[in-house]
């Protein structure tokens, strides 16, 4: 998955693609973009795991269950998707974060969520 987006990752090169299966981002283009309506700042690409996915829909955001009005299609552990960057601190406070795609997390993201914290959960360094 190496096609690039019009913005820049948390390690300050070109954005990757998070996810074109599930087709995940804000603005559907399978990038975590950011952009003037993405209130939710959905900068972090993040794989999947049970339990993040329990996590978020106790906490009130299903994403297991399909919601094709919104061209969702639900999610299962293993994919990839551009989650809220609040989100994912607050699974990460909790203990429960899932990894991250470090090239395709948007760089905006920073102002909310520290680098080093994403760093202890990339999958795509050494």
């Known amino acids: 998955m190496s096609n690039k987006c019009p913005q820049l990752n948390v390690l300050g090169g070109p954005l990757t693609t998070c996810s ?4 995940t981002g804000f603005f559907r283009t399978g990038c975590c973009e950011a952009g003037d309506r993405d209130y939710g700042k959905h900068f972090v690409c993040a794989r999947m795991t049970h339990r993040f996915l329990e996590f978020s829909k106790f906490k009130g955001n299903d994403l297991t269950t399909p919601r094709p009005e919104f061209d969702f299609p639900g999610l299962r552990e293993g994919d990839q998707w551009c989650l809220c960057a609040d989100r ?3 699974a990460f406070d909790a203990g429960l974060a899932p990894e991250v795609v470090l090239e395709a997390t948007n760089q905006k993201v920073l102002t909310t969520i520290d680098v080093l914290s994403l760093k202890k959960h990339a999958v795509d360094i050494n």
């Open 20 to 23: 074109q299966d599930p087709m």
């Open 88 to 90: 994912w601190l607050e």
